[in-house]
């Protein structure tokens, strides 16, 4: 029987970089996710970060971080060239993983992960903040047949201006960095929410940084049942971030924000996100908004996450894992396409 009060998920923070003290600052207060450690090369900066947060304890290595006992799950906000090796490493010390997206650099890397993660029997959840919104759940329901019919299409993008350039991880090939990867991976797991499955291939086309980085890249994947989908993503950009689905009797728009408000005035800078949903063919018939709850995406993916592990919702985790293994797929052959010039096929 599971208790009426659970104990909450014991976290711990692989890292101490900016997204890590968004990611802190949210699920600090949260019953179900108590974060009990943060690890840092610099000792100094994890005992800093860990004050700030009011984290009970502070380690000077990731070893020392994956080697604490009185921890069930790490988070991981690593540059994207680091989440494999450290998700591994940590899933072989016993650990849950908590990834932040992508989850690794290419398919190869992501099937080698859920293979670790089987043979260790732990779970590895890939965290696109905004899948947890309530506002995603009230998507879904909008692309019920009888609200909007087939789905036939729909166009994604995702975009930003990138700050110091010259330092930026983004900006570094090494790095896992490029538009495609951070930004562009966004569009991605939300196309592939919406489609249900990948792609029979893609056609790409980028503009390239001076450091080898796709600094914007747009893409049309084509689907083995006719259907279509377009997205966008990029680091030259003024901040936009929307999606369009159009079914046989009606159309969907949103922003599927990582992070929502009810207001224009929330202290850390949320934002209300639209959805609204057409219900007819015609350009006559007005949108209806949508209404969800709101709050921090990191902390509805955090909590979500002590749901499966405590639950050991095993279906939940695999259909998860199978559009984090779509979504890599996907960015690789777009990623070869775009070099190429050429339409790809996908690899399964």
């Given at each position: 029987m599971t208790p009426l009060h659970p104990a909450p998920l014991r976290l711990g923070i692989l890292g101490c970089a900016n997204i890590a003290k968004q990611f802190a600052r949210d699920v600090n207060g949260s019953s179900q996710v108590s974060i009990q450690a943060v690890a840092s090369r610099d000792l100094a900066k994890a005992q800093a970060f860990a004050k700030i947060f009011h984290i009970p304890r502070a380690h000077g290595s990731y070893d020392a971080l994956l080697a604490d006992p009185a921890l069930d799950a790490l988070y991981i906000p690593l540059p994207n060239s680091l989440h494999a090796e450290w998700a591994i490493r940590a899933m072989q010390?016993?650990?849950?993983?908590?990834c932040e997206k992508p989850l690794a650099l290419n398919l190869a890397e992501v099937m080698h992960m859920f293979q670790v993660a089987r043979q260790c029997g732990v779970m590895l959840l890939e965290a696109y903040p905004y899948w947890f919104q309530p506002q995603t759940r009230d998507l879904l329901a909008c692309l019920s047949h009888d609200k909007i019919g087939e789905v036939r299409s729909m166009q994604a993008s995702f975009g930003f201006t990138v700050g110091n350039t010259d330092t930026n991880i983004r900006m570094k090939p090494d790095l896992g960095g490029g538009a495609l990867l951070d930004a562009g991976s966004y569009p991605l797991s939300l196309i592939r929410l919406v489609m249900g499955c990948a792609p029979e291939g893609v056609m790409a086309h980028a503009n390239w940084a001076s450091t080898g980085v796709d600094i914007n890249l747009m893409a049309t994947l084509f689907y083995a049942d006719g259907r279509r989908a377009q997205?966008?993503?990029?680091?030259?950009t003024a901040n936009h971030r929307r999606a369009t689905i159009v079914g046989s009797r009606g159309t969907v728009e949103t922003e599927y924000l990582n992070h929502t408000s009810d207001s224009q005035t929330h202290a850390w800078g949320y934002l209300p996100s639209q959805l609204r949903v057409r219900q007819g063919i015609a350009n006559s018939v007005p949108f209806e908004e949508i209404r969800s709850a709101s709050g921090s995406g990191f902390r509805f993916a955090a909590e979500a996450f002590a749901k499966v592990v405590r639950e050991q919702d095993m279906p939940a985790i695999d259909r998860a894992a199978a559009a984090s293994h779509d979504i890599a797929?996907?960015?690789?052959?777009?990623?070869?396409?775009?070099?190429?010039g050429q339409a790809v096929r996908l690899s399964h």
């Open positions: 010390a016993g650990k849950h993983v908590l997205m966008s993503c990029a680091m030259d797929a996907t960015l690789d052959a777009i990623q070869a396409s775009a070099k190429t």
